[in-house]
């Protein structure tokens, strides 16, 4: 009888492969490894469910549009938007009938967004079809223009 070998050596993924399918996590939040990079980000948007797929993807592109040089990671489950050596000034996150847009220094955004109790972080929940996009760009171009949260 022949041993088998314990050993296995993966090899990178054929073009074309299919990726492994992201787990939604209660509320319908994707679960995507922790990782820098819009790689990690565009799984996470890929992966939410329903009209939120498509508010992530708007968001992300409102927030390249407006924020030249951005640096994205995931973080948490929740894609992370900063500036190198400034940190991180925005994360979203899926829940079941919103997804959540936190500015981690939104009390100094003006107006400051309404969600929010913290010492210096305000959000706003986004529900189907209710986007602002012209608060939100103002909101995100102050966020960018302002000391960030952690290290980018």
Do not use: C
Not at 13 to 37: H, S
Not at 93 to 105: E, L, N
Not at 117 to 122: L, M, N, V
Request: aromatic share 10%; proline share 7%.
């Amino acid at each position: 009888m022949k041993k088998r070998s314990t050993s296995v050596s993966k090899s990178p993924p054929k073009a074309g492969a299919r990726a492994k399918p992201v787990k939604l996590l209660a509320g319908g939040n994707p679960q995507v490894a922790k990782a820098d990079g819009d790689a990690p980000v565009q799984a996470y948007i890929a992966a939410m469910p329903g009209w939120k797929r498509d508010l992530g993807k708007r968001l992300d592109a409102l927030i390249v549009r407006n924020v030249p040089n951005v640096r994205k990671a995931v973080k948490w489950n929740t894609p992370f938007y900063g500036i190198e050596g400034q940190g991180w000034f925005l994360g979203f996150h899926v829940f079941t009938r919103y997804v959540k847009v936190s500015f981690f220094r939104g009390t100094s955004l003006r107006p400051a967004p309404s969600g929010g109790t913290g010492k210096d972080a305000r959000w706003i929940d986004i529900h189907e079809d209710d986007l602002n996009e012209a608060q939100m760009t103002t909101w995100v171009k102050q966020a960018a223009a302002l000391p960030g949260w952690g290290k980018s």
